[in-house]
């Protein structure tokens, strides 16, 4: 599950939380390739609808890469 909301648009200790976010699940997917049988999927919310549209993050949610296994480099092109 990602937060891609405009919140990730701010600072965590000098970075723009979206940089630090993404670095992380992509080094997660990394060392998750030596675990066997493994299944993992991605998750991202508050991407789909602009601020301007309301408050909508209830519906701001998609799987957008569905759980299968070896899949960790579709998530992390994804993740760019």
């Known amino acids: 599950m990602l937060d891609a909301s405009q919140s990730m648009l701010g ?25 066997e049988h493994l299944e993992v999927a991605l998750r991202i919310y508050g991407h789909q609808y602009s601020v301007a549209t309301g408050n909508r993050s209830c519906e701001d949610s998609k799987l957008e890469v569905p759980f299968k296994s070896n899949n960790y480099e579709a998530i992390k092109t994804k993740l760019k």
């Open 11 to 35: 600072q965590w200790s000098g970075e723009q939380k979206m940089v630090v976010a993404t670095r992380l699940l992509s080094n997660l997917m990394d060392s998750l390739k030596k675990v």
